[in-house]
Nanobody
Framework: QVQLVESGGGLVQAGGSLRLSCAAS????????FGWYRQAPGKQRELVASITNRGSTYYADSVKGRFTISRDSAKNTVYLQMNSLRPEDTAVYSC????????WGQGTQVTVSS
């Protein structure tokens, strides 16, 4: 089992920054990839960014150049640094971990005001 706890969400003005954290505990050695997803009201959940054990990263086109995903293995924590935020980035952001099974955190709300 893997437990994921997100933090760092909040309300920010357009152009501002936030850093989300996803703290993992449990059987983290079996995790191959961490990902950040988001879901806005009335929209499907989408993958924002992911990072593998080898450090390979993926970014959705909508966040390239603005968001950065990173991982601190010593702390079992994955971060999502979000810069130049836009109102359309408003969503619930959730962390997931992919290993033998798929695990999800509870999500954290990010609201960007115009």
């Amino acid at each position: 089992q893997v437990q994921l706890v997100e933090s760092g969400g909040g309300l920010v003005q357009a152009g501002g920054s936030l850093r989300l954290s996803c703290a993992a505990s449990g059987s983290t050695s079996r995790i191959d990839r961490f990902g950040w997803y988001r879901q806005a009201p009335g929209k499907q959940r989408e993958l924002v960014a992911s990072i593998t054990n080898r450090g390979s990263t993926y970014y959705a086109d909508s966040v390239k150049g603005r968001f950065t995903i990173s991982r601190d293995s010593a702390k079992n924590t994955v971060y999502l640094q979000m810069n130049s935020l836009r109102p359309e980035d408003t969503a619930v952001y959730s962390c997931n971990a992919v290993g033998v099974r798929l695990f999800w955190g509870q999500g954290t709300q990010v609201t960007v005001s115009s």
